[in-house]
């Protein structure tokens, strides 16, 4: 990956007006003006074309601000897709796991349908060569995605659904895997039959036999 666009200018030029000259916007604010533009210029230009210079522009912020929080593009997007998951503790509670199940493969599968699937597919590329990128990418999407399901399971356990056991993390990821190896492979967005399909063939029977198992 070519890193001549990671070396830092103090003020990016700004179409309509220099960007000192605007009100300034600290902390939080300037963070989500940051991520929204870096999704608004994946969505009309994709990955591989962008560049922290376009984001700062359209962000009306200066690329220093950029590198302070991000120093590099691919950090930058990890951090655009992160925002943009669901909040584990916010799990659906349907009063089924079934549902819950459901609730939950739809939601990722929306939001790999939008600009957020091809920043993911441009980072699991990059990725490919990169050890170090990949390391990352695992640590930001694992961790929701099994804190997500940690939830639902407990959820079914308290409801009687599942035996109190231990599901290992594998095999909480596991029906989640299932549905991103399919959005790699085939593109586009994934279809609510195989959603279905990865819910009753694959997660309801194992984790009905992992919990069952490991309650031993």
Do not use: C
């Amino acid at each position: 990956m070519s890193r001549s666009d990671t070396v830092p200018e103090m003020v990016a030029h700004q179409p309509g007006g220099d960007h000192r000259t605007r009100p300034r916007r600290r902390g939080r604010a300037l963070d989500v003006a940051i991520l929204e533009a870096t999704l608004a210029e994946i969505d009309e230009y994709g990955y591989a074309a962008l560049t922290m210079e376009r984001i700062a522009e359209r962000a009306k912020a200066s690329k220093a601000s950029l590198y302070r929080r991000w120093p590099s593009k691919v950090e930058l997007v990890l951090a655009t897709v992160y925002d943009l998951l669901p909040d584990p503790a916010g799990a659906a509670d349907t009063g089924s796991l079934r549902g819950d199940l459901l609730v939950l493969l739809r939601n990722a599968a929306k939001l790999l349908a939008g600009p957020a699937g091809a920043a993911i597919r441009g980072l699991i590329s990059d990725a490919l060569r990169d050890p170090d990128l990949a390391a990352q990418l695992r640590h930001y999407t694992r961790g929701r995605s099994v804190g997500a399901m940690r939830d639902i399971v407990l959820q079914a356990t308290e409801r009687g659904e599942l035996p109190s056991g231990t599901i290992t993390m594998r095999q909480l990821d596991a029906g989640l895997s299932v549905m991103r190896f399919y959005f790699l492979t085939h593109g586009g967005p994934v279809p609510d039959q195989v959603i279905v399909e990865i819910v009753d063939e694959v997660m309801l029977p194992l984790l009905r036999a992992a919990a069952g198992y490991n309650a031993r």
